[in-house]
């Protein structure tokens, strides 16, 4: 079986503050992706990469950044915190862009 | 551009009765379909896709969705549903080529009552 972790399920910071979210595969994908979850407007995709040190933005990239040295592992870097990006972080991998395996998401809530 | 339309937000049924999950889609182009099913405090995992082929495509726990590419619509179905049924259902378009991402819809919780 696939496995995407991700490294808290639920995490709270401060304005401001630099937030890491890691995510970890194991099944040696190629591909790599972020999204954030809102109520009533689904999964939007904020980073994608296909390969190592490779990334891609996507449809909502503002405030956020992506870092991925390790084919197994792709962070999300929020620079400076805001609340606006309160929400559910979910990572998720594949050999091909649509049919995706996902972690167990991270609810972020900045204060 | 592809965009996807679930047309419930959430859909109250009860146990045992039959469902069906609206999703209704635009693109110019050919396209792949998907179902994901999020269990709470869970990630997605997927139900079902279309692909090509038959148009009657069954997934995981007894769920099934046709493609109707004359409406554009792959609606999701279930003859009798379960209490642990209940989770949100999104509804997911990719563009027919590799090159193209997922774009996912709203989301509709299904909240199946005992």
């Known amino acids: 079986d696939v496995k995407v972790t991700q490294s808290s399920r639920y995490l709270v910071k401060r304005t401001g503050e630099k937030v890491f979210l890691e995510c970890v595969q194991d099944?040696?994908?190629?591909?790599m992706f972020w999204y954030r979850q809102d109520p009533g407007l689904g999964l939007r995709l904020i980073y994608f990469?296909?390969?190592?040190?490779?990334?891609e933005k996507g449809d909502i990239p503002e405030g956020y950044s992506v870092s991925r040295e390790k084919k197994e592992r792709f962070s999300l870097i929020l620079e400076s915190a805001s609340t606006n990006q309160t929400s559910m972080y979910l990572c998720?991998?594949?050999?091909?862009?649509?049919?995706?395996?996902f972690g167990p998401g991270t609810r972020l809530t900045v204060t | 551009a592809q965009s996807v339309t679930q047309l419930d937000s959430q859909v109250p049924v009860f146990e045992e009765a039959p469902v069906e999950l609206r999703c209704n889609y635009s693109?110019?182009?050919?396209?792949?379909l998907f179902w994901y099913v999020q269990y709470p405090n869970q990630g997605l995992q997927l139900l079902l896709k279309y692909l090509s082929g038959s148009t009657l495509v069954k997934g995981i726990n007894g769920f099934e969705a046709e493609f109707n590419k004359s409406q554009t619509s792959f609606h999701l179905r279930k003859p009798s549903v379960h209490i642990s049924d209940t989770a949100e259902y999104f509804c997911?378009?990719?563009?027919?080529?590799?090159?193209?991402?997922?774009?996912f819809g709203g989301g509709t919780r299904l909240m199946v009552k005992p």
């Open positions: 998720a991998s594949s050999f091909t862009y649509y049919e995706q395996y």
């Open positions: 099944m040696d994908h190629e591909n």
């Open positions: 693109s110019s182009v050919s396209v792949y």
């Open positions: 990469s296909y390969d190592v040190k490779m990334k």
């Open positions: 997911a378009v990719s563009e027919g080529n590799a090159g193209n991402m997922l774009t």
